[in-house]
């Protein structure tokens, strides 16, 4: 195993009220109710990283033999977020699965419409986590919207008898095994818990560059106590997540007085009211960040982030705000940090807000790089090839 630092008790401020901390560790439950025949855990294999959760909770990371549930929006919208995920499994030489056979966790649904119900929803989740299990890899969640929801469905099937029966008349119609995993880990955990790796392998210098970080709502305000926290970044009093990882990288991290807000993206803002959430994600976070810290980029760790803090500002801009700053995720700036060619691997033209600027402060020809981009995409519009593979991307 690896470890990282473990929080000194002296430091562990978050556990000042401890009337408020969970009194359960969800995992013992899991086992008894394995030991009972009520489901099956996935043990998250080894070798596996050790992190320390918001109340002192040892959470496990695994380093390799990852089944990678992919993101809805980060698929449609933000490409390189998930390719990045991948280089950077590739870059480390690691044994992990990118499925074909993945569904969406639906929580859209959930969280946005409310027209489901918990028994469709805790089986979708199921079978998702059936189909890692079945070829033998755990799970590794790169939505934040998906981890959260996992995480509450797996709250409900633990504590829910009855919604346990109905899941499992669910799976027997599927032929699959009603499975849970030992611990639901989001992507950016993984990345937190490499960043030594990382930084061990970086080759592009960030210590000329200022970042502020959004932490994703549905990480450390959904079942809260499963987020991860260090003594050593903000005496614990907010998340390690993103944050850890570009210190390791040698980026300064401005703080700002709206860190704890939403995005903007809300779910069903973003349906119903979209110009509450282009507002919001402008004037709140954006602006804010822009008139306290003057960062160079702003990194965060969700889809939904990503999309409504890069995608908003356009009408930011048409009404004259404080606005073009880019917004990328963890993974790509760790994978950037690490030489990953920022077009063809992190994709970063799909990003609405300019990011040259970014890219030119770190000392990158982006004409240059572009050109290379253009060369290998003109012999696909030629028919000469299918798509952009490992080796196009380490030309």
């Known amino acids: 195993m690896i470890h990282l630092p473990v929080l000194k008790a002296a430091d562990r401020k978050f556990q000042a009220n401890p009337d408020n901390a969970p009194t359960e560790d969800i995992r013992e439950e899991l086992f008894q109710l394995e030991k009972e025949g009520e489901l099956e855990v996935i043990r998250v294999p080894e070798p596996y990283m050790e992190v320390k959760t918001k109340f002192g909770r040892i959470k496990k990371i695994p380093v390799e033999k990852t089944w990678h549930h992919k993101s809805c929006g980060q698929c449609g919208h933000i490409p390189g977020y998930s390719t990045s995920i991948f280089w950077l499994n590739r870059a480390f030489g690691l044994d992990y699965y990118d499925p074909t056979d993945q569904t969406s966790c639906t929580a859209w649904n959930y969280y946005a419409s409310a027209t489901s119900n918990p028994e469709a929803q805790a089986a979708v989740a199921v079978r998702n986590f059936a189909a890692a299990h079945e070829v033998g890899y755990f799970p590794l969640i790169h939505c934040g919207t998906s981890f959260g929801h996992y995480k509450e469905v797996r709250h409900a099937l633990v504590h829910q008898p009855e919604l346990r029966r109905k ?9 699959k095994k009603l499975v849970l995993p030992e611990e639901v880990v989001h992507y950016s955990e993984w990345v937190l818990a490499m960043k030594d790796r990382i930084a061990e392998r970086q080759v592009v210098d960030m210590s000329n560059i200022t970042a502020t970080v959004h932490p994703a ?5 959904l079942i809260e106590e499963d987020a991860i926290y260090d003594s050593e970044i903000y005496g614990a009093q907010r998340t390690a997540i993103i944050t850890g990882t570009l210190q390791a ?3 300064n991290v401005g ?6 807000d939403c995005c903007g993206f809300g779910f069903r803002h973003i349906l119903v009211s979209r110009d509450f959430s282009r507002s919001f994600s402008v004037q709140r976070k954006i602006e804010v960040m822009m008139e306290e810290v003057n960062p160079d980029i702003v990194v965060t760790h969700d ?6 803090l890069d995608q908003s500002q356009f009408a ?3 009404h004259d705000k404080k606005v073009g700053l880019p917004v990328i995720s963890d993974s790509q700036l ?3 940090a690490m030489g990953a060619h920022p077009y063809k691997v992190l994709q970063m033209h799909w990003h609405n807000t300019d990011n040259t600027k970014f890219m030119q402060k770190l000392g990158m020809d982006t004409d240059k790089l572009w050109a290379e981009f253009e060369l290998e995409t003109d012999k696909i519009k030629r028919g000469e090839k299918e798509f952009l593979t490992w080796e196009d991307a380490e030309k």
């Open 316 to 318: 930011g801009k048409a």
């Open 217 to 221: 709502c549905h990480y450390h305000k």
């Open 167 to 175: 899941v499992r008349k669910v799976m027997e119609k599927l032929g």
């Open 249 to 251: 990288l040698g980026v």
């Open 303 to 308: 889809t939904g982030c990503v999309t409504t």
């Open 334 to 336: 760790a994978a950037m």
């Open 255 to 260: 703080d700002y007085s709206t860190w704890f």
